[in-house]
Antibody
Framework: EVQLVESGGGLVKPGGSLRLSCAAS????????MNWVRQAPGKGLEWVSS????????YYADSVKGRFTISRDNAKNSLYLQMNSLRAEDTAVYYC???????????????WGQGTMVTVSS | EIVLTQSPGTLSLSPGERATLSCRAS???????LAWYQQKPGQAPRLLIY???SRATGIPDRFSGSGSGTDFTLTISRLEPEDFAVYYC??????????FGQGTKLEIK
Protein backbone atom coordinates (compact mmCIF):
# COMPACT_ATOMS: atom_id res chain seq x y z
CA GLU A 1 0.00 0.00 0.00
CA VAL A 2 1.27 3.45 -0.94
CA GLN A 3 1.58 5.47 2.26
CA LEU A 4 3.05 8.63 3.76
CA VAL A 5 3.03 8.98 7.54
CA GLU A 6 3.99 12.26 9.22
CA SER A 7 5.19 12.62 12.79
CA GLY A 8 6.85 15.14 15.06
CA GLY A 9 4.10 17.71 15.48
CA GLY A 10 3.18 19.21 18.82
CA LEU A 11 2.98 22.34 20.92
CA VAL A 12 5.96 24.71 20.84
CA LYS A 13 6.52 28.24 22.13
CA PRO A 14 7.09 31.17 19.76
CA GLY A 15 10.73 31.27 18.75
CA GLY A 16 11.10 27.53 19.33
CA SER A 17 12.02 24.72 16.98
CA LEU A 18 10.45 21.48 15.80
CA ARG A 19 11.45 18.76 13.37
CA LEU A 20 8.81 16.98 11.34
CA SER A 21 9.34 13.61 9.71
CA CYS A 22 7.49 11.79 6.94
CA ALA A 23 7.95 8.05 6.39
CA ALA A 24 7.18 6.68 2.95
CA SER A 25 6.28 3.15 1.95
CA UNK A 26 4.77 1.28 -1.00
CA UNK A 27 6.50 3.25 -3.76
CA UNK A 28 9.99 4.11 -4.99
CA UNK A 29 10.61 7.05 -2.70
CA UNK A 30 13.93 7.96 -4.29
CA UNK A 31 12.25 8.60 -7.66
CA UNK A 32 9.83 11.26 -6.44
CA UNK A 33 9.99 14.88 -5.47
CA MET A 34 8.76 15.40 -1.92
CA ASN A 35 6.94 18.38 -0.52
CA TRP A 36 5.38 19.98 2.54
CA VAL A 37 1.99 21.67 2.39
CA ARG A 38 0.28 23.20 5.41
CA GLN A 39 -3.24 24.16 6.39
CA ALA A 40 -3.99 26.58 9.22
CA PRO A 41 -7.09 25.74 11.28
CA GLY A 42 -10.21 26.42 9.23
CA LYS A 43 -8.15 27.81 6.35
CA GLY A 44 -6.99 26.74 2.91
CA LEU A 45 -3.87 24.99 1.67
CA GLU A 46 -0.45 26.63 1.50
CA TRP A 47 2.62 25.17 -0.23
CA VAL A 48 5.65 25.30 2.10
CA SER A 49 8.64 23.59 0.49
CA SER A 50 9.78 21.13 -2.18
CA UNK A 51 12.85 18.95 -2.67
CA UNK A 52 13.79 17.00 -5.78
CA UNK A 53 14.45 13.27 -5.75
CA UNK A 54 18.23 13.63 -5.32
CA UNK A 55 18.04 16.79 -3.19
CA UNK A 56 19.61 18.80 -6.01
CA UNK A 57 16.76 21.30 -6.11
CA UNK A 58 15.12 22.84 -3.05
CA TYR A 59 12.48 25.56 -2.92
CA TYR A 60 10.68 27.40 -0.13
CA ALA A 61 7.68 29.67 0.18
CA ASP A 62 8.67 33.23 1.09
CA SER A 63 6.78 32.87 4.37
CA VAL A 64 9.22 30.23 5.67
CA LYS A 65 12.45 30.99 3.80
CA GLY A 66 15.40 31.31 6.15
CA ARG A 67 13.53 29.60 9.01
CA PHE A 68 12.60 26.15 7.64
CA THR A 69 14.90 23.54 6.11
CA ILE A 70 13.67 20.60 4.04
CA SER A 71 15.79 17.46 3.67
CA ARG A 72 15.43 13.80 2.79
CA ASP A 73 17.16 10.48 3.34
CA ASN A 74 16.47 8.14 0.44
CA ALA A 75 18.11 5.21 2.23
CA LYS A 76 15.53 5.58 5.01
CA ASN A 77 12.61 6.53 2.73
CA SER A 78 12.14 9.63 4.85
CA LEU A 79 11.47 13.33 4.44
CA TYR A 80 12.12 15.98 7.07
CA LEU A 81 11.23 19.58 7.84
CA GLN A 82 13.35 21.43 10.38
CA MET A 83 11.36 24.42 11.61
CA ASN A 84 13.16 27.17 13.54
CA SER A 85 12.09 30.57 14.85
CA LEU A 86 8.49 29.43 14.89
CA ARG A 87 5.70 31.99 14.92
CA ALA A 88 2.03 31.82 15.84
CA GLU A 89 1.17 32.02 12.14
CA ASP A 90 3.02 28.74 11.54
CA THR A 91 0.26 26.94 13.46
CA ALA A 92 -1.20 24.44 11.02
CA VAL A 93 -1.57 20.83 9.99
CA TYR A 94 1.54 19.95 8.00
CA TYR A 95 1.12 17.43 5.19
CA CYS A 96 3.87 15.72 3.28
CA UNK A 97 3.03 14.97 -0.32
CA UNK A 98 4.81 13.41 -3.27
CA UNK A 99 4.83 14.43 -6.90
CA UNK A 100 6.64 13.56 -10.07
CA UNK A 101 8.91 15.87 -11.99
CA UNK A 102 8.22 15.41 -15.70
CA UNK A 103 10.78 17.18 -17.82
CA UNK A 104 11.17 20.41 -15.88
CA UNK A 105 7.61 20.47 -14.57
CA UNK A 106 6.84 19.79 -10.92
CA UNK A 107 3.50 18.04 -11.29
CA UNK A 108 0.41 17.96 -9.05
CA UNK A 109 0.59 16.33 -5.61
CA UNK A 110 -0.58 12.76 -6.07
CA UNK A 111 0.06 11.11 -2.70
CA TRP A 112 -0.62 12.81 0.63
CA GLY A 113 0.01 11.85 4.24
CA GLN A 114 -2.61 12.28 6.94
CA GLY A 115 -0.88 15.32 8.41
CA THR A 116 0.66 16.31 11.74
CA MET A 117 -0.50 19.28 13.81
CA VAL A 118 1.93 22.01 14.84
CA THR A 119 0.73 24.55 17.39
CA VAL A 120 2.87 27.58 18.18
CA SER A 121 1.64 29.23 21.35
CA SER A 122 2.95 30.52 24.65
CA GLU B 1 2.73 34.97 -7.75
CA ILE B 2 -0.36 33.63 -9.47
CA VAL B 3 -3.47 34.25 -7.36
CA LEU B 4 -6.33 31.78 -7.80
CA THR B 5 -9.88 32.90 -6.98
CA GLN B 6 -12.55 30.24 -6.62
CA SER B 7 -16.28 30.80 -6.89
CA PRO B 8 -18.70 30.40 -5.40
CA GLY B 9 -17.45 30.22 -1.84
CA THR B 10 -20.26 27.83 -0.94
CA LEU B 11 -22.46 25.83 -3.29
CA SER B 12 -25.65 24.24 -1.98
CA LEU B 13 -27.00 21.42 -4.14
CA SER B 14 -28.88 18.15 -3.81
CA PRO B 15 -27.66 14.65 -4.68
CA GLY B 16 -28.21 13.95 -8.35
CA GLU B 17 -27.71 17.57 -9.39
CA ARG B 18 -24.85 18.96 -11.47
CA ALA B 19 -22.14 21.02 -9.78
CA THR B 20 -20.02 23.63 -11.55
CA LEU B 21 -17.05 25.11 -9.66
CA SER B 22 -14.94 27.94 -11.03
CA CYS B 23 -11.26 28.84 -10.59
CA ARG B 24 -9.92 32.08 -12.06
CA ALA B 25 -6.21 32.90 -12.20
CA SER B 26 -4.67 36.37 -11.95
CA UNK B 27 -2.45 35.54 -14.95
CA UNK B 28 -2.33 32.78 -17.50
CA UNK B 29 -1.52 29.33 -16.11
CA UNK B 30 1.17 27.92 -18.38
CA UNK B 31 0.42 24.69 -20.22
CA UNK B 32 -2.75 24.25 -18.19
CA UNK B 33 -0.82 23.21 -15.09
CA LEU B 34 -4.00 23.38 -13.06
CA ALA B 35 -5.18 20.71 -10.61
CA TRP B 36 -8.27 20.14 -8.50
CA TYR B 37 -8.38 18.47 -5.08
CA GLN B 38 -11.19 17.25 -2.86
CA GLN B 39 -10.90 17.48 0.92
CA LYS B 40 -13.30 16.00 3.45
CA PRO B 41 -13.28 17.00 7.15
CA GLY B 42 -10.32 15.57 9.03
CA GLN B 43 -8.79 14.11 5.88
CA ALA B 44 -5.93 15.00 3.59
CA PRO B 45 -6.70 16.44 0.16
CA ARG B 46 -7.15 13.98 -2.69
CA LEU B 47 -6.05 14.71 -6.25
CA LEU B 48 -8.99 14.66 -8.68
CA ILE B 49 -7.83 16.43 -11.83
CA TYR B 50 -4.42 17.45 -13.20
CA UNK B 51 -3.41 19.20 -16.40
CA UNK B 52 -6.76 20.99 -16.21
CA UNK B 53 -8.70 18.01 -17.62
CA SER B 54 -7.02 14.68 -16.86
CA ARG B 55 -8.58 12.53 -14.15
CA ALA B 56 -6.26 11.08 -11.54
CA THR B 57 -6.14 7.33 -10.97
CA GLY B 58 -9.37 5.93 -9.55
CA ILE B 59 -11.41 9.12 -9.93
CA PRO B 60 -14.96 8.47 -11.20
CA ASP B 61 -15.86 9.85 -14.61
CA ARG B 62 -18.59 12.07 -13.15
CA PHE B 63 -15.70 14.42 -12.31
CA SER B 64 -14.40 16.45 -15.23
CA GLY B 65 -12.17 19.48 -15.61
CA SER B 66 -11.95 22.04 -18.37
CA GLY B 67 -10.51 25.43 -19.20
CA SER B 68 -7.27 27.11 -20.16
CA GLY B 69 -5.44 30.38 -19.71
CA THR B 70 -7.05 32.05 -16.72
CA ASP B 71 -10.45 30.33 -16.45
CA PHE B 72 -10.94 26.76 -15.27
CA THR B 73 -13.95 24.70 -14.26
CA LEU B 74 -14.54 21.52 -12.27
CA THR B 75 -17.83 19.83 -13.10
CA ILE B 76 -19.45 17.00 -11.18
CA SER B 77 -22.10 15.67 -13.50
CA ARG B 78 -24.37 13.97 -10.99
CA LEU B 79 -23.66 14.49 -7.30
CA GLU B 80 -23.30 11.49 -5.03
CA PRO B 81 -23.59 11.84 -1.22
CA GLU B 82 -19.83 11.31 -0.86
CA ASP B 83 -19.05 14.28 -3.14
CA PHE B 84 -20.01 16.90 -0.56
CA ALA B 85 -16.68 18.33 0.54
CA VAL B 86 -14.36 21.28 0.00
CA TYR B 87 -12.68 21.61 -3.40
CA TYR B 88 -9.42 23.43 -4.09
CA CYS B 89 -7.76 24.39 -7.35
CA UNK B 90 -3.97 24.61 -7.55
CA UNK B 91 -1.51 25.90 -10.12
CA UNK B 92 1.85 24.16 -10.38
CA UNK B 93 4.81 24.15 -12.73
CA UNK B 94 8.46 25.02 -12.84
CA UNK B 95 10.04 26.02 -10.60
CA UNK B 96 7.56 25.03 -7.91
CA UNK B 97 5.74 28.12 -6.65
CA UNK B 98 2.44 26.37 -6.08
CA UNK B 99 -0.59 28.41 -5.13
CA PHE B 100 -4.04 27.23 -4.17
CA GLY B 101 -7.45 28.81 -4.42
CA GLN B 102 -9.30 29.56 -1.20
CA GLY B 103 -11.69 26.64 -1.72
CA THR B 104 -15.33 26.04 -2.58
CA LYS B 105 -17.47 24.25 -0.02
CA LEU B 106 -20.01 21.97 -1.67
CA GLU B 107 -22.81 21.35 0.82
CA ILE B 108 -26.03 19.40 0.79
CA LYS B 109 -29.11 21.54 0.16
Amino acid sequence: EVQLVESGGGLVKPGGSLRLSCAASGFTFSSYSMNWVRQAPGKGLEWVSSISSSSSYIYYADSVKGRFTISRDNAKNSLYLQMNSLRAEDTAVYYCASREIVGATWEAFDIWGQGTMVTVSS
Amino acid sequence: EIVLTQSPGTLSLSPGERATLSCRASQSVSSSYLAWYQQKPGQAPRLLIYGASSRATGIPDRFSGSGSGTDFTLTISRLEPEDFAVYYCQQYGSPPRDTFGQGTKLEIK
